[in-house]
């Protein structure tokens, strides 16, 4: 008896677009998917393997993210989660100087990304080794981060969050027509053409995932990440490690996320995700070379 497959997969290609970065003067060509890894100088991040709180500990981090195939490594002074205590610039520039001391002596090439949303933290940061700048509030906060970042002249992701000035969550219904996924896009969107219009050349979006967002607009956004990777040409940056928009519906904890990380990121890398930012580095390269002798996209 012959059979007629009816596998919904078949002719399926992954959507990932090479892309390049200007980093110093230096171009960048991503090929294949990047992969961000995670460091976080800061009490209370809400994973706890991605802090640190000693130079040693910063160098055993980094030497971690690197063995494990990190392409860029994303360091922050202040926590991003939603509900985070915000530090003063002070404490932020003192805890990110700690780090880039320490990155500054290392004879490896890496590709810093400093995670903050102040223009002068930036200017400071990239100053002393950073390459790209990444906004969680996608300038939002502070109306000087644009063009500090034009006049810089590095890349920047921008991010679709729903933080105020006091990083608080707004309550955000998206209800209306075309909802969360409209939303982002048209946010996006908007601020891409202010950031252009200030002289920002390299831009990185990113929808936001777990801001300002319920567990189900989240799952909506990744269902959706074709339709948004089509309407923003910018590469798409996708940070969905280890948050509870994974863990909270199957009733576990941050430190028991690693496999629903692993499953999400999938769905994003074969529908629109240029990097994935995440907590394991190897779990997320080891995914993408799976997708590479599936596909072979890229």
Avoid: W
């Avoid at 992969?35 to 130079?55: C, H, K, Q, W």
């Avoid at 906004?135 to 933080?163: F, K, N, R």
């Amino acid at each position: 008896m012959n059979r007629i497959s009816t596998n919904p997969l078949i002719g399926f290609k992954p959507k990932f677009k090479s892309f390049t970065l200007n980093l110093g003067g230096q171009i960048f060509h991503a090929d294949r998917p990047l992969v961000m890894g995670i460091l976080n100088f800061t009490p209370d991040s809400f994973y706890a393997a991605s802090r640190v709180s000693t130079e040693s500990e910063i160098r055993d981090r980094i030497y971690c993210l690197l063995n494990e195939g990190a392409d860029i490594i994303d360091i922050g002074g202040q926590s991003t989660r939603p509900g985070a205590d915000i530090v003063n610039p002070d404490e932020e520039r003192r805890r990110l100087e700690i780090v880039l001391n320490v990155t500054g002596k290392m004879t490896e090439d890496l590709i810093i990304s400093v995670d903050t949303f102040r223009g002068e933290i930036a200017r400071f940061a990239v100053e002393k080794g950073a390459s790209i700048v990444n906004d969680v509030s996608g300038g939002m906060v502070d109306s000087t981060m644009y063009q500090t970042v034009a006049e810089l002249g590095v890349p920047y992701v921008i991010t679709h969050c729903g933080y105020d000035t006091n990083n608080e969550v707004s309550e955000s219904s998206y209800d209306a027509e075309g909802g969360v996924t409209a939303a982002v896009i048209k946010l996006l969107a908007f601020n891409i053409t202010e950031a252009k219009a200030a002289g920002i050349k390299d831009l990185i979006a990113d929808p936001g995932f777990g801001f300002a967002k319920t567990v189900t607009q989240n799952y909506t956004l990744l269902r959706d990440l074709p339709v948004i990777a089509e309407a923003i040409e910018s590469p798409l940056l996708v940070g969905m490690s280890r948050k509870s928009m994974l863990y909270k519906p199957l009733g576990i904890n941050s430190n028991e996320a690693l496999t629903p990380t692993v499953t999400a990121d999938t769905i994003a890398l074969l529908t629109g995700a240029s990097i994935v930012r995440v907590h394991d580095v190897l779990a997320a390269r080891q995914t993408i070379e799976i997708i590479k002798r599936t596909y072979n996209p890229f």
